[in-house]
């Protein structure tokens, strides 16, 4: 049975790569750049800005399996106050990342930005390139998101306290999280 990624999950796991997640910011452009530059795989993720300390320690664990994380706050060419060249570069930038991810929080299932890039996503991601990241607040949470995101490959966590072990599953198939970010 699948088990939900809880955000002491996702702690826990910043915690254990402490000097990463310390060095984060100022590393975090350096990392992109070096991965860039070897052709590794790179991934759109769509987040709810607010929920900072989710977002880092995802990016940690995404970066970790060697993956570039894109996230609009950190590039620098998006335009300070939201507007069309704002919908115009998350539209190029979807199309230009490899995958798509999801970090579906209450918040984010809520916010319309987010709906907005998962329905872009998923007519340029779906259904081998897209993923949805259900977050939850308690260790034994479950997901209670909108009905549309069932139809989405998940990632999940199959052992709850056990780094590393991390999963998407889809059409009752199930695959590391590493093998599906480095498919094509």
């Not at 530059?37 to 800005?49: A, C, N, R």
């Not at 907005?116 to 034994?140: C, Q, R, S």
Request: net charge positive; proline share 2%; hydrophobic share 35%.
């Amino acid at each position: 049975m699948e088990k939900f990624i809880s955000k002491n999950l996702l702690a826990k796991y910043r915690i254990e790569n402490l000097n990463e997640s310390t060095l984060f910011f100022s590393a975090v452009e350096n990392k992109r750049k070096r991965l860039k530059q070897f052709g590794e795989v790179s991934v759109f993720l769509s987040h709810k800005h607010d929920e900072t300390q989710i977002i880092r320690d995802t990016i940690i664990l995404l970066n970790k399996l060697g993956v570039e994380v894109y996230v609009d706050w950190q590039d620098e060419g998006m335009p300070k106050t939201t507007s069309g060249v704002t919908a115009k570069r998350i539209k190029n930038k979807i199309k230009q990342c490899d995958k798509f991810i999801l970090l579906a929080t209450e918040a984010a299932i809520a916010s319309k930005w987010c709906n907005w890039e998962l329905g872009f996503g998923d007519a340029y991601k779906y259904d081998k390139n897209i993923a949805i990241m259900p977050i939850t607040d308690k260790e034994e949470g479950a997901f209670s998101g909108s009905e549309y995101l069932q139809i989405y490959p998940i990632i999940t966590s199959e052992y709850y306290y056990n780094m590393g072990h991390y999963f998407v599953e889809f059409n009752n198939t199930k695959i590391r999280l590493e093998d599906w970010l480095k498919s094509k």
